[in-house]
């Protein structure tokens, strides 16, 4: 509840290590105990449920925001409940997709919000003062608009390879739940994470990038 508060605060290079750092620590721990140790079926049935609030909350959460950080903040709400499915099948397979699902949202992520630090020199804070992105930096509106598609999980960008390995083990070890609510929230998080690409390519209400104070 407090991620999305934090992300629009703090400044972008601290958001982006609270984005990446604690979940490769946390993904490394859990996956120590999926390795060398095992879990009973309730351990495994909380994991699935915090998988699928997880994916939900941050689908649909990110659909209502209206500045730029806080629709990566529930992006990365919702990427732990996919990277969660990979150790929550407790198998090899689910291992190998959280290390893949891990490795790509964090390059991902570095991308995304570098990008950002470079707007905010802009006075970019709104998701509408992405509108004259296209016509003032170009480079930067395609970076942002494959980054921000990679997020989503549109093919055949990395984004949907690590959705899909980590999908696929959820069927493999008989999650057959799971991995149609990740479906479903993926498809729902391609119009929230879509805005930002659209709005930075075909403008919007408020276009205007505005100078730095001097």
Not at 1 to 17: H, K, L, N, Q, R
Not at 40 to 46: F, R
Not at 175 to 203: D, E
Request: glycine share 10%; net charge positive.
């Amino acid at each position: 509840m407090w991620a999305p508060d934090i992300y629009e605060g703090s400044p972008t290079p601290v958001t982006a290590f609270l984005s990446i750092a604690p979940k490769i620590s946390i993904s490394a721990n859990i996956s120590r105990v999926s390795i060398y140790g095992s879990y009973g079926a309730t351990l495994q049935q909380i994991f699935f449920f915090c998988s699928i609030a997880s994916m939900i909350l941050g689908a649909l959460a990110a659909m209502a925001q209206t500045k730029v950080k806080r629709p990566l903040a529930h992006s990365s709400i919702g990427h732990v409940g996919y990277i969660r499915t990979g150790f929550s099948c407790g198998t090899i397979e689910g291992i190998q997709s959280l290390l893949i699902g891990i490795f790509i949202y964090a390059l991902m992520t570095i991308d995304a919000f570098a990008i950002v630090s470079a707007l905010r020199q802009t006075r970019v804070k709104y998701i509408a003062d992405l509108g004259a992105l296209a016509k003032t930096n170009p480079i930067s509106a395609i970076t942002f608009s494959i980054t921000m598609f990679s997020y989503a999980g549109i093919p055949p960008l990395a984004g949907f390879c690590s959705k899909f390995y980590l999908f696929f083990a959820a069927l493999g070890c008989g999650a057959y739940f799971l991995a149609p609510v990740g479906v479903v929230t993926s498809v729902i998080g391609c119009w929230a994470a879509g805005r930002l690409p659209r709005v930075s390519q075909f403008g919007g209400p408020k276009a205007v990038l505005r100078a730095p104070d001097t």
